[in-house]
T-cell receptor
């Protein structure tokens, strides 16, 4: 089955700096790659996703890049703010309707004021 | 948008008792529901996949007789933790994929504490 690895496990940045979180996946059939932000005790919230037919997607301060050949994708957050502090998870899945999401181990992002 | 309602949000139970967690899709039909478990400071680990009207598929290492999943309708899936023990204390969360959409919608999660 799919295996998703995520690095780093913790990331501390100063407010205004950029943050980058990287993930690799094992199953070349995976074609949907979402990123989630999870605050303590709450459900994961989708912040951005990318499908395998594109290499990059941007939404304001957040961007995701995908390298299908290398089977890795990254989350980029620019101009970080204290409210960006949370745990971020990458995930991967197939296109089929019954496919499950496989999550990375998570990154605890701390943005220091 | 697609909403999954999960109840209860928190439950405390005694060792040996059973607890039922419900997930309802409010504005769509969830043919497939995924059940995850999340221990503190860890990732979401898939426990089982349930399909409406058929038996759930459990991940390796998950006891199907302990974690009973029922998906009797297109809008309701339930997870029952039977004979709960303190090590079952965790955050349980359901997720459904909306037909024709790559996206997944999550329930709000259930914090189970077994004392």
């Amino acid at each position: 089955g799919e295996n998703v690895e995520q690095h780093p496990s913790t990331l501390s940045v100063q407010e205004g700096d950029s943050a980058v979180i990287k993930c690799t996946y094992s199953d070349s059939a995976s074609n949907y790659f979402p990123w989630y932000k999870q605050e303590l005790g709450k459900r994961p919230q989708l912040i951005i996703d990318i499908r395998s037919n594109v290499g990059e997607k941007k939404d304001q301060r957040i961007a995701v890049t995908l390298n299908k050949t290398a089977k890795h994708f990254s989350l980029h957050i620019t101009e970080t703010q204290p409210e960006d502090s949370a745990v971020y998870f990458c995930a991967a899945s197939w296109e089929t309707s019954g496919s499950r999401l496989t999550f990375g181990e998570g990154t605890q992002l701390t943005v220091n004021p | 948008g697609a909403v999954v309602s999960q109840h209860p949000s928190r439950v405390i139970c005694k060792s040996g008792t059973s607890v039922k967690i419900e997930c309802r899709s409010l504005d769509f039909q969830a043919t497939t529901m995924f059940w995850y478990r999340q221990f503190p400071k860890q990732s979401l680990m898939l426990m089982a996949t349930s399909n409406e009207g058929s038996k759930a598929t459990y991940e390796q290492g998950v006891e199907k007789d302990k974690f009973l999943i029922n998906h009797a309708s297109l809008t309701l899936s339930t997870l029952t933790v039977t004979s709960a023990h303190p090590e079952d204390s965790s955050f349980y969360i359901c997720s459904a994929r909306v037909a024709g959409n790559y996206g997944y919608t999550f329930g709000s999660g259930t914090r189970l504490t077994v004392v």
